[in-house]
């Protein structure tokens, strides 16, 4: 009950916990709604000028990935906007190029893609590589049936061997339903140990965490369960209403029972306040103990490998995305809502975020020694 | 004419004092030390260990070969030899390899049909089946180029062969009529690290000087609080000289920053890095007054040291969004496009990386070096008004509840 009315005296706990949460989702909903960035601003620099080359010029037009949005004169016209920022990348056609394409004298087709923009860069590049190869293809069966071949037979010449990729789970490509639920539980992580590691650091630097102590019968692990309690109700709370506006309003990619992301989502909050108590019970000092959360929240976004993978980071680094509970919970997010899979085979991941609140007892008694003899350091 | 001349002079002497007092509570604040010196030092490195391997490779597959022919085989083994994958398996059926999927030791499984070989041998297009999972969408990204490079290969391999049966002359198609080349600008490797690092090193120059200036100003409150609205360290000066006085502190203080930030971090690491020094340093010094006066604005929020933390922290986030590092800022609609419009590091991050990887000129990234300016303009007087108002405002001693 002490916890409840801390909780709703400073505003900052409600605004941290609640609004941001709510809107940040809202952002990455809104802002990505579309999945994936399409019709890359892009440009041709067409020097053939031939029937050819502007029925390639129109291929390019005519893909989803790219949009043509100059046709430039020359390369160093076309380099001097890359480096402005107005296009990422652009299709460059050599000249006397279907001279040379039907005189069997090989031109190159060279394409730049700026990649210090990954998204942009990387659909640029599929986009104008499909088009190189394609006008390959069709000069090559042209030669062909001009040669004697039936169509048919050259048409499976062109290309012999087909690799038909499926993309499990995720047919679309749709960016967004990684960023969203990585990012997301990362922020609900991120604040979770704020808030409770404030909360907790709090009473020591105003010296109350005495009165506290003796409102719980001299218990410290009565003490920190009821502050932290409603803590717990409320993120969980604004957990769920975010996996609502994601999986429920949005229609993300949900293939396994609802009620397998939800208990993730109250695990990770919970597995958060326990490092958060940790944090506190190993450096019981407000400034560093947020600081620690602070650091450890921010660098989950990275180590937590939402993009990169683990298993290609250097091992010495790559060990620390396991102490992470927002990690679990993204890889529970893979197996149970994007693949569907069984749940038997994220078991371990549910049984790490348990760990948590383990380790967190381990530590109370050293926290309510300094629970006792309150000192702030600033 | 005296007085104003006196004033003028007193304002300037109240500025150099706020400047000078800066710099004692600033290297008198372990807090605010670990914001300005050891966070932008270490961060920038650990960053980069984290994505230094740049490159995704090797990732496991299962192959499920029902064809079992040498030319199943090649398939097989020119997969297994692309940077981006490697076979780690093989299965008798599709079931045991989805377990295999299930237990995640392997992320892709490639199908080959029984009658792969025959289809070639016929001269009809043979397909085999790749099924990924899509956990990560940069081992998709893998996938799929080795995936399509092999298939041109073997395409290309198998075609020469026909032609030579048949009895064309393989001169006339050899290959390809038409060679295509790609080029990658700025990051010719498309590594990860030098694609994201020297963003970030532009978010954490804005990130841990608004956290500095921050925890800063919730000190001032704090102390005003405690001796009645007064505090004792703080200087005798108007508004306008405060906010001046501070500025030119955080802004020295962060010179050397910059210079090791954005010149020795890429160095170290290798990173691209083609741009001149000068450049650096004259297009983000706008970043760092908009910066230093983002923080004072933000301060409004803060009312002690450590909830500036609570306010910035999870910002970054944010911020880093939207630049458009990751999601693009042509794809955002206007309501998002005008937010990030109006963050510093926006336009720090955009025209950095283009000085820094693709070796723009300044003269290139004037828009955005205008719009620093203009937003350190705009935030000045943002601060000016904070502060003003903060003046005023009477903060009484905060009774400690019970």
């Known amino acids: ?378 | 004419m005296k007085s104003i001349a006196s004033n003028i002079s007193s304002w300037f002497t109240s500025l150099l004092k706020v400047w000078r007092r800066e710099f004692r509570l600033v290297f008198s604040d372990v807090g605010v030390m670990l914001f300005f010196f050891f966070l932008p030092l270490i961060y920038p490195l650990i960053y980069t260990l984290i994505y230094n391997t740049e490159n995704v490779k090797d990732i496991p597959i299962v192959v499920v070969d029902e064809s079992r022919t040498p030319e199943s085989r090649t398939l097989s083994r020119m997969l297994d030899a692309t940077e981006g994958i490697k076979v780690f398996d093989y299965a008798s059926n599709l079931r045991d390899a989805r377990t295999m999927m299930n237990e995640h030791e392997c992320y892709g499984i490639l199908q080959i049909p029984g009658d792969y070989a025959k289809k070639i041998g016929r001269g009809t297009q043979s397909v085999a089946t790749f099924y990924s999972d899509m956990g990560l969408l940069l081992r998709y990204r893998s996938f799929v180029s080795a995936l399509t490079d092999v298939q041109l290969a073997l395409g290309t391999d198998i075609q020469q062969k026909e032609l030579a049966l048949i009895g064309l002359p393989a001169q006339s198609v050899s290959g390809a009529p038409v060679n295509s080349q790609a080029i990658m600008l700025g990051d010719p490797t498309q590594g990860f690290a030098s694609f994201i690092i020297p963003g970030i090193l532009v978010l954490i120059i804005q990130q841990s000087m608004v956290l500095g200036v921050t925890m800063l100003i919730g000190g001032h409150k704090e102390r005003r609080r405690r001796n009645g609205g007064v505090d004792p360290l703080a200087v005798k000066a108007s508004p306008s000289a405060t906010i001046l006085g501070k500025m030119l502190c955080y802004v020295t203080i962060y010179i050397p920053i910059l210079f090791y930030i954005i010149n020795i971090v890429p160095e170290i690491f290798t990173l691209p890095h083609i741009g001149e020094l000068g450049d650096y340093i004259i297009f983000l010094i706008p970043l760092l007054i908009a910066s230093a006066f983002f923080g004072m604005t933000l301060g409004v929020l803060v009312k002690e040291r450590e909830s500036s933390m609570m306010v910035v922290v999870f910002t970054s986030v944010v911020f880093l969004f939207l630049s458009g590092l990751t999601w693009p800022r042509y794809a955002m609609n206007w309501l998002w496009t005008a937010v990030s419009d109006i963050i510093p590091v926006t336009w720090g991050v955009e025209g950095f990386i283009r000085l820094n990887s693709n070796g723009s000129t300044l003269h290139e990234q004037s828009f955005s070096w205008m719009m620093l300016w203009i937003l350190s303009g705009a935030y000045m007087i943002l601060a000016y008004l904070v502060t003003r108002f903060d003046y005023k405002r009477k903060l009484q001693p905060q009774s400690v509840k019970n």
């Not at chain 1, 005519?62 to 296009?87: C, F, N, T, W």
């Not at chain 1, 339903?177 to 590691?197: D, H, K, R």
């Open chain 1, 1 to 378: 009950m002490r916890g409840c009315r801390e909780l709703l005296s400073r505003r900052i706990y409600l605004v941290c916990l609640v609004a941001v949460p709510v809107l940040f989702t809202l952002f990455f909903i809104n802002m990505m709604d579309s999945g994936l960035p399409l019709k890359v601003p892009t440009a041709v620099v067409d020097l053939d000028q031939s029937s050819l080359s502007r029925q390639i010029t129109r291929n390019l037009a005519s893909s989803e990935l790219v949009s043509i949005d100059q046709k430039l004169e020359s390369y160093h016209e076309a380099v001097d906007m890359v480096r402005k920022g107005d296009i990422f990348g652009f299709f460059m056609i050599p000249e006397n190029f279907q001279r040379d394409a039907i005189g069997g004298r090989t031109p190159t087709i060279t394409y730049y893609c700026n990649m210090t923009v990954f998204v942009p860069g990387t659909l640029s590049f599929k986009g104008f590589k499909t088009t190189a190869v394609t006008t390959a293809g069709g000069l090559v069966q042209t030669t062909l049936v001009n040669a004697g071949l039936p169509e048919s037979t050259a048409g499976s010449l062109i290309s012999p061997v087909s690799i038909q990729q499926n993309a499990i789970g995720n047919p679309w490509m749709n960016y967004n339903y990684y960023l969203t639920n990585s990012f997301v539980p990362g922020l609900i992580e991120l604040i979770v140990m704020l808030v409770a590691a404030f909360s907790i650091c709090d009473e020591i630097k105003r010296h109350t965490s005495r009165q506290t102590l003796r409102a719980s019968g001299g218990s410290i692990l009565v003490a920190i369960f009821g502050k932290l309690l409603p803590q717990t109700i409320i993120a969980i709370a604004v957990g769920v209403l975010c996996q609502s506006l994601m999986f429920g309003f949005n229609h993300f990619p949900l293939n396994n029972h609802l009620s397998h992301i939800i208990i993730a989502m109250a695990l990770m909050v919970i597995a958060a306040q326990a490092f958060a108590v940790t944090v506190c019970c190993a450096i019981p000092n407000l400034r560093m103990a947020l600081s620690i959360c602070s650091l450890v929240g921010i660098l989950a976004f990275s180590i937590a490998a939402f993009s990169y993978p683990v298993e290609q980071m250097y091992p010495s680094i790559g060990i620390f995305s396991y102490i992470l509970p927002v990690r679990y919970y993204f890889l529970i997010y893979i197996d149970q809502a994007l693949n569907g899979i069984p749940i038997y085979f994220s078991r371990f991941y549910y049984i790490a975020l348990l760990v948590f609140p383990l380790v967190a007892l381990i530590g109370l008694p050293r926290l309510k020694k300094h629970y006792l003899n309150p000192v702030y350091v600033p």
